[in-house]
């Protein structure tokens, strides 16, 4: 079996992420937490999570943070460079959690509570 390490990425009181940590540590999983509130959107990782699930994928305009933005600022976001922007600016925009889980020199990437992918990528390093 490989070693692997996952990086679960939100705010600690979105009701997802707990959901997802709560998840990760009944399977007995250890994940690192970023916090975005103390830490950040890591600009340096933005271009992977886009490239794996689209920036449309990323941007929540389910949450309260993007129905407070002004119709403009809304408007404005329509393609990769002003998500990433928004998504910067106003880390409660992101799409909670994201997870990324590396094994054996890949990386996978998740939005939002996927516990039936997070099985397969478990099972998949455990058939490694």
């Known amino acids: ?13 979105c009701d997802t992420v707990k959901k ?7 399977q007995g999983i250890d994940v690192d937490f970023h916090d975005f509130k103390k830490q950040g959107v ?10 794996a699930v689209g920036w449309e ?11 407070k933005l002004d119709s403009d600022s809304q408007s404005a976001v329509k393609d990769e460079a002003s998500a ?5 600016a106003q880390p409660s925009v992101v799409k909670r959690p994201v997870v ?4 054996g020199g890949k990386t996978h990437v998740s939005v939002g509570f996927t516990p039936d992918q997070w ?7 455990e058939n490694t």
């Not at 079996?1 to 009181?13: A, C, F, Q």
């Not at 990324?100 to 094994?103: A, F, L, Q, S, T």
Request: aromatic letters at 12%; glycine letters at 4%.
């Open 1 to 13: 079996m490989t070693t692997s390490h996952i990086t679960l990425y939100g705010i600690p009181n």
């Open 100 to 103: 990324e889980w590396h094994e």
């Open 42 to 51: 890591p600009a340096d990782r933005l271009p992977s999570w886009i490239a």
């Open 119 to 125: 099985l397969a990528w478990r099972s998949k390093e």
């Open 20 to 26: 997802s940590r709560v998840w990760f540590a009944d």
């Open 57 to 67: 994928k990323l941007v929540n305009r389910q949450g309260t943070t993007w129905r």
């Open 84 to 88: 990433r922007a928004l998504l910067q």
